[in-house]
């Protein structure tokens, strides 16, 4: 198993942010559009693209990571470690597991409400 890792539950993650870890969710954007961590201490870096921006997460900072039910957080946690970041846990069960705890999370707008807002976004990507 990892070295120097851990693995926390939802809650604790929860708690851990507000203490001023910095949450960093590795789902895709369209994942991440449809809902995300409701959390104010949060950075989105996809999976695939850890490799080229990990250096974007403070390496002296503790870090929570997290994406839909925790597969792909394992994968991003060992990839930090391995890194030379000691400060690093994977949220088990992802978002799914954070929800399901009745942590907050936004959810995408529904198409009356977010029209507008979506098409600012399309143009803007």
Not at 111 to 120: E, H, Q, V
Request: charged share 25%.
């Amino acid at each position: 198993m990892m070295k120097n890792s851990q693995e926390i539950s939802p809650a604790k993650a929860l708690a851990l942010i507000k203490k001023g870890a910095l949450l960093v969710d590795v789902r895709e954007p369209k994942e991440v559009s449809k809902k995300s961590f409701d959390v104010s201490n949060v950075l989105q870096i996809p999976l695939r693209e850890l490799k080229t921006r990990f250096q974007e997460i403070p390496v002296d900072r503790k870090v929570v990571i997290a994406c839909h039910v925790g597969n792909r957080g394992m994968v991003a946690t060992r990839f930090l470690v391995n890194n030379g970041y000691s400060r690093v846990v994977n949220m088990q069960h992802g978002i799914a597991g954070w929800e399901k705890e009745g942590l907050p999370v936004k959810k995408e707008l529904k198409p009356a409400t977010g029209s507008w807002f979506r098409k600012l976004f399309s143009r803007m990507s």
